[in-house]
C-alpha cells in the first residue's frame, strides 16, 4: 500500500524507544505492525501508535529506520510477501527479512485502551518536572535508586549522587514508585497528557493515542531531605553562562558514565570546566562570592538553562549548591552524598 514516508519515519521514531539492542526477548528488536499500529517492547518499556499499515509482521527496527530516512520520494509503497517487508520508490525497491506473525509479549504490559476512563489528565508543569529531575539522572550508577526517577504524589525527584532536584507537582498516582530515568526522558519528547497505572506498569498517552508503559518499581526511594535542606552562603552566578557551557559539553558529553561539567568556587571566581576523552574546555568568569572554595559537578543542560531563566542567585554551604528554580529546587555535591 503506498503510504506517506515521511509519516511513517516520524511514528517508527516515536515509538524507537522501546525497541531493544540486544534481543534478550524475541523480537524486541523489531518495529511489530498488526491491526492498524506499530508497537515495541524491551521488557521494561512498551510503546504504541497508530499506524496505517494494515498487515501483521516484525521487522527489524534498524533497517527499516535508516532505510526510509535515506529515502527521497513523499510517497513510497510498503507490504509484505514471502517473509520480506517491500519497500519501492521511483525506480528502487528493497526487502528486509521479517516474521509474519507477531510473537512479541506486549500484551502482557495490558495497557488500558485509550478511551476508557482510568486515563487521568497529567498536570502542566508534569513535563517540564520530568525534563528537570531526568538530569540528575545517570543510568550508568551502582545503585539502582539512582537510576531512576521518582514518582511522588506531590513531587517528582531524582539524584546521581553529583546532583540531585525536586520539582512539586500533582501526579494522579495511588502510591509512590520509580521508574527508569532512561525510560523517563522520552516523556517530554513524546508529550505525553494523561496517565493511569496497574499492577506493574505506568502508562501514559498524547493526545495522538500514542501509549508508552513503563514498568514501575515500588521499592523505597532513599529520603533526599538530608541534601536538599540547608542554610548556607549567597553568591551570585555569572552571566553569559550558555555559551561557556556550550562549549564545555563538547568534550563532557564523550563521558559515557554521564555529562557532567565541574564547576569550582574561589573568591569572586567561578572555574568551569568540561572534560571527555578528546580533550577538555575551561573558562573561568568572575562572579560574586567570598565564601570557602568549592568544587560541584553539574548537568550543563541545567547549568545552560539557568540564565534564560533569569536564576542568578544561589545558596552555597560546605559541599553543596543550591538554587531555587521558582517551585523546583535543585542541589549540586561535592561528594557522592550518603543519603
Not at 14 to 32: D, L, W
Request: glycine letters at 8%.
Amino acid at each position: 500500500m503506498k503510504v506517506n514516508r515521511e509519516e511513517i519515519l516520524r511514528t517508527l521514531s516515536s515509538v524507537s524507544a522501546g525497541t531493544a539492542t540486544r534481543e534478550v526477548i524475541e523480537q524486541s528488536s523489531c518495529f511489530c505492525f498488526r491491526n492498524g499500529t506499530v508497537f515495541t517492547f524491551d521488557g521494561e518499556i512498551a510503546i504504541t501508535a497508530k499506524c496505517n499499515l494494515d498487515f501483521e509482521a516484525a521487522v527489524p527496527a534498524k533497517p527499516l529506520a535508516d532505510l526510509l530516512a535515506k529515502l527521497a520520494e513523499p510517497e513510497i509503497d510498503i507490504s509484505v510477501k514471502d517473509g520480506e517487508l517491500r519497500v519501492q520508490g521511483k525506480g528502487r525497491k528493497s526487502g528486509i527479512r521479517c516474521e509474519e506473525t507477531v510473537v512479541l509479549p506486549v500484551d502482557s504490559v495490558a495497557a488500558p485502551a485509550i478511551d476508557d476512563p482510568v486515563w487521568s489528565p497529567l498536570d502542566g508543569a508534569f513535563c517540564e518536572a520530568v525534563d528537570l529531575v531526568t538530569t540528575c539522572i545517570a543510568d550508568e550508577n551502582d545503585v539502582f535508586s539512582r537510576k531512576c526517577m521518582h514518582i511522588h504524589p506531590d513531587y517528582l525527584e531524582g539524584c546521581d549522587n553529583y546532583q540531585c532536584s525536586r520539582f512539586p507537582v500533582t501526579t494522579p498516582i495511588g502510591a509512590e514508585c520509580m521508574i527508569r530515568g532512561k525510560v523517563a526522558k522520552n516523556i517530554v519528547g513524546l508529550g505525553m497528557s494523561h496517565i493511569t497505572e496497574t499492577e506493574a506498569w505506568l502508562h501514559f498517552c498524547n493526545p495522538n493515542g500514542l501509549i508508552l508503559s513503563c514498568r514501575r518499581w515500588v521499592d523505597k526511594y532513599p529520603s533526599l531531605e538530608p541534601m536538599l535542606t540547608f542554610q548556607g552562603t549567597k553568591a551570585t552566578l555569572p552571566g553569559g553562562l550558555a555559551t561557556a557551557v556550550a562549549n564545555a559539553e563538547i568534550f563532557s558529553a564523550e563521558n559515557a558514565q554521564g555529562n557532567y561539567v565541574r564547576v569550582d568556587l574561589v573568591t569572586n571566581q567561578l572555574r568551569l570546566r568540561g572534560q571527555g576523552s578528546l580533550g577538555w574546555y575551561e573558562e573561568r568568569p568572575p562572579i560574586v562570592y567570598s565564601g570557602p572554595p568549592l568544587s560541584f559537578m553539574m548537568a550543563p543542560k541545567l547549568l545552560a538553562s539557568l540564565g534564560a531563566k533569569g536564576v542568578q542567585e544561589c545558596e552555597v554551604t560546605e559541599g553543596r549548591m543550591r538554587l531555587n528554580l521558582g517551585k523546583a529546587t535543585y542541589v549540586a555535591c561535592l561528594l557522592a552524598a550518603g543519603v
